[in-house]
């Protein structure tokens, strides 16, 4: 940036233009129009100034620029067409700490002129910081085209009944949410069409039912957001929607950085990470903090890795939601085994291998070996995905072969899926728990059995990371 665009409350203060043609008017006039008090420094005035002058607008010092005429000015404009005499009154504002334009001069500014929209109370300055001003000129008339007049009447309304919204909807989400509908609804349309008195009669309404709401506690709302396995790609845009509007973004461990990146910027973010072994918050915590949120009335997201009903305990958290008659919203997310799948090239069904596929929880308690249907899962032409399976991957496999699966049959583990940092280890049901160990493989992982887990040699096309010290790609070796 090499200006910073601020906008100069210059009521009443003492302006000096040096200088009589056309272009010292032109100054002139955008300095009344922001209230600034006006007195034009040239020996001869040109026609512009000379009818501001007959107007009673501004004053007249008939002399030749000198540095001591700049006492008692809050800021000057150097529009003469003399330069030695612009640069002279650069030099001496500078010198002076005024602050100081030099029309066409954008080495001696300390300040420039924007190019202006003025639907005052409501200004958008466009600069080029002097480079192309002809380019801020045609920048400034689209978005003259593109602003409609009454935007100035409309900021003016919002502007009268800003203390007493504030006073109303003291808690600032609200207030911001509520501003973010008036100034985009019946309210703003009402005041474009020019029907000002009815806009102030709905806004008045507006006001009283949401403090209503407020005092009643109403208005807050739960998004149970999927995030899906990691790459921000995978994001729904129904998920985006949610966490760039979320007053606050309760997340999970799984959640990747670059998804949290999109959270709007001034979202308060409460880490709710759950490990298999370790809870961050209690599940029941967890629910109770959506409650308390919502009922402050606060646009709640409950961010969650891959999809909220699968192995997410999405369920649980609804019905806590709905117990206490909290509205709330699904927004389903791609779930680690069709994220980690595709971007390991292993379609979890084919029609010659696999007529079907079972997502299953790997996460079994020690010394429990009935708590899954081993029998159906070892049967053939099927894909197995187990998640959280990296503890008790060589029970697994184990449990597998003792029911009937075949040791050659080909597995794989992802490692990170669909991220950057992705790793990805084949081989066989019998020597895949061995192969991990050696790749010193950490969570999030996601097993894969079956005939399916071959085809990735064909058809992997994601770039991930090779884990250190195994044979990514052969799972004969
Ligand atoms: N609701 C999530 C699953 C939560 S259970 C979903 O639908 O994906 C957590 C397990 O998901 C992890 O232990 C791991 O098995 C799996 N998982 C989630 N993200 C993963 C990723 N990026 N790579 C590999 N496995 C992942």
């Known amino acids: 940036m090499r200006f910073l665009p601020i906008f100069l409350n210059l009521a009443g203060k003492r302006c000096l233009v040096i200088g009589g043609g056309p272009v010292a008017a032109r100054k002139a006039a955008t300095l009344l129009r922001a209230g600034g008090t006006v007195t034009v420094l040239a020996p001869e005035l040109g026609a512009a100034v000379a009818e501001l002058l007959a107007q009673g607008r501004l004053a007249h010092c008939?002399?030749?620029?000198?540095?001591?005429?700049?006492?008692?000015?809050?800021?000057?404009?150097?529009?003469?067409?003399?330069?030695?005499?612009?640069?002279?009154?650069?030099?001496?504002?500078?010198?002076?700490?005024?602050?100081?334009?030099?029309?066409?001069?954008?080495?001696?500014?300390?300040?420039?002129?924007?190019?202006?929209?003025?639907?005052?109370?409501?200004?958008?300055?466009?600069?080029?910081?002097?480079?192309?001003?002809?380019?801020?000129?045609?920048?400034r008339d689209r978005l003259e085209r593109m602003l409609p007049a009454g935007y100035g009447a409309l900021a003016e309304l919002a502007g009268r009944f800003r203390a007493r919204v504030k006073a109303s909807l003291p808690q600032p989400a609200r207030r911001r949410r509520f501003w973010e509908r008036v100034l985009a609804g019946p309210v703003a349309q009402l005041v474009l069409a020019g029907r000002v008195p009815e806009a102030e009669l709905h806004l008045e309404h507006a006001i009283q039912a949401e403090k209503r709401e407020q005092d009643t506690g109403g208005n807050g709302f739960v998004f149970l957001v999927g995030a899906g396995p990691g790459d921000p790609d995978l994001l729904t845009l129904g998920g985006l929607r949610a966490i760039q509007e979320a007053d606050v973004v309760v997340?999970?461990?799984?959640?990747?950085?670059?998804?949290?990146?999109?959270?709007?910027?001034?979202?308060?973010?409460?880490?709710?990470?759950?490990?298999?072994?370790?809870?961050?918050?209690?599940?029941?915590?967890?629910?109770?903090?959506?409650?308390?949120?919502?009922?402050?009335?606060?646009?709640?997201?409950?961010?969650?890795?891959?999809?909220?009903?699968i192995f997410g305990r999405g369920g649980e958290e609804i019905d806590t939601l709905l117990e206490e008659g909290i509205p709330f919203q699904v927004v389903p997310g791609i779930t680690a085994a069709a994220g980690c799948a595709a971007y390991a090239g292993i379609p979890l069904?084919?029609?010659?291998?696999?007529?079907?596929?079972?997502?299953?929880?790997?996460?079994?308690?020690?010394?429990?070996?009935?708590?899954?249907?081993?029998?159906?899962?070892?049967?053939?032409?099927?894909?197995?995905?187990?998640?959280?399976?990296?503890?008790?991957?060589?029970?697994?496999?184990?449990?597998?072969?003792?029911?009937?699966?075949?040791?050659?049959?080909?597995?794989?583990?992802?490692?990170?899926?669909?991220?950057?940092?992705?790793?990805?280890?084949?081989?066989?049901?019998?020597?895949?728990?061995?192969?991990?160990?050696?790749a010193g493989i950490g969570a999030p992982t996601l097993v894969i059995v079956g005939e399916v887990v071959n085809l990735h040699r064909k058809l992997a096309w994601f770039r991930g990371t090779p884990p250190a010290g195994a044979d990514p790609t052969s799972p004969e070796a």
């Not at 010394?367 to 060589?394: C, F, N």
């Not at 697994?396 to 790793?423: N, S």
């Open 62 to 139: 008939r002399k030749i620029f000198e540095p001591s005429d700049l006492a008692g000015f809050h800021l000057v404009v150097a529009a003469s067409d003399q330069p030695q005499v612009n640069a002279l009154a650069a030099e001496a504002a500078e010198a002076r700490g005024i602050p100081v334009n030099v029309v066409d001069r954008p080495e001696l500014c300390s300040f420039v002129f924007p190019a202006i929209v003025d639907r005052s109370p409501l200004l958008v300055a466009v600069s080029s910081g002097g480079a192309a001003p002809v380019l801020a000129r045609l920048l």
């Open 251 to 309: 997340y999970d461990r799984l959640v990747s950085p670059e998804i949290m990146d999109l959270v709007r910027k001034d979202a308060d973010r409460i880490y709710a990470g759950k490990e298999a072994s370790r809870h961050t918050l209690p599940q029941d915590r967890i629910n109770a903090l959506l409650v308390k949120l919502a009922r402050e009335g606060k646009r709640v997201v409950r961010l969650k890795g891959g999809d909220p009903f």
């Open 349 to 438: 069904t084919h029609r010659d291998y696999a007529q079907s596929v079972s997502f299953v929880t790997g996460h079994l308690k020690e010394g429990e070996s009935a708590d899954l249907d081993w029998e159906h899962l070892a049967r053939p032409r099927q894909t197995l995905v187990i998640y959280m399976g990296l503890k008790g991957l060589a029970r697994i496999c184990a449990q597998l072969m003792a029911h009937g699966l075949a040791p050659e049959t080909p597995a794989a583990l992802i490692e990170q899926g669909t991220t950057h940092r992705q790793r990805l280890v084949v081989g066989t049901v019998r020597d895949l728990p061995e192969r991990v160990a050696k």
